[in-house]
Nanobody, 122 residues
Framework: QVQLVESGGGLVQAGGSLRLSCVASGRTFSSFGWFRQAPGKEREFVAAISWSGGSTYYADSVKSRFTISTDNAKNTVYLQMNSLKPEDTAVYYC?????????????????WGQGTQVTVSS
């Protein structure tokens, strides 16, 4: 059974940085993604990475500020978030999509973590 556990969220001032981690137990050949959901809004795509780590994709809103990476030996995905803005405040979820390629839409993902809160103060 696949389980995803995120960590690393917290409260940070605007302009600061946070690094999220997500460990996947029971993972087979699948790619990782990060999504986020702000209060009253739909869950939205943030970033994704292929199985090999060779391909990444970002939402325009986080491009050049966030970096996704993976360590397959540890079945772990990371999201380095720099230059954080108040509008980045949300619950961040990691997810797994079957297959080796980058997946950028919610329906492609079949396993989700419980989420970690990120709050950016102005």
């Amino acid at each position: 059974q696949v389980q995803l556990v995120e960590s690393g969220g917290g409260l940070v001032q605007a302009g600061g940085s946070l690094r999220l981690s997500c460990v996947a137990s029971g993972r087979t050949f699948s790619s990782f993604g990060w999504f986020r959901q702000a209060p009253g809004k739909e869950r939205e795509f943030v970033a994704a990475i292929s199985w090999s780590g060779g391909s990444t994709y970002y939402a325009d809103s986080v491009k050049s500020r966030f970096t996704i990476s993976t360590d397959n030996a540890k079945n772990t995905v990371y999201l380095q978030m720099n230059s954080l803005k108040p509008e980045d405040t949300a619950v961040y979820y990691c997810a797994l999509a079957p297959g080796l390629r980058v997946a950028t839409t919610k329906p492609q993902y079949n396993y989700w973590g419980q989420g970690t809160q990120v709050t950016v103060s102005s």
